[in-house]
Nanobody
Framework: QVQLVESGGGLVQAGGSLRLSCAAS????????MGWFRQAPGKEREFVAA????????YYSDSVKGRFTISRDNAKNTVYLQMNSLKPEDTAVYYC???????????????????WGQGTQVTVSS
């Protein structure tokens, strides 16, 4: 079983950048496909980005494509989400998630991921 801990959230002005990290323990992260999701107050959890176990395949929601980049460093057991050109509508709690070996199909569905972190708050002020 893998444990996930997110970090890097905070308060940033619109147009700014943040880099979120998701550190894994318990199992080697290279065995897992990873995803980032977010949940704003009063809204459902939504898909943000996903990456295959090797890092060779990445997927993004339309709302973040071109602004966010998901990456991973399996040697450090860490997955990252670089967020640029942040907008107030990006404000949410961001969660990382893991699924053993293969990216889920569909990768946007949160219920397909077995392991979740506790989340980190991102607040973008206008």
């Amino acid at each position: 079983q893998v444990q996930l801990v997110e970090s890097g959230g905070g308060l940033v002005q619109a147009g700014g950048s943040l880099r979120l990290s998701c550190a894994a323990s318990g199992r080697t992260l290279s065995s897992y496909a990873m995803g980032w999701f977010r949940q704003a107050p009063g809204k459902e959890r939504e898909f943000v980005a996903a990456i295959s176990w090797s890092g060779g395949s990445t997927y993004y929601s339309d709302s973040v494509k071109g602004r966010f980049t998901i990456s991973r460093d399996n040697a450090k057991n860490t997955v990252y989400l670089q967020m640029n050109s942040l907008k107030p509508e990006d404000t949410a709690v961001y969660y990382c998630a893991a699924e053993f070996l293969q990216i889920p199909d569909p990768y946007e569905r949160s219920s397909e991921y077995d392991y979740w972190g506790q989340g980190t708050q991102v607040t973008v002020s206008s």
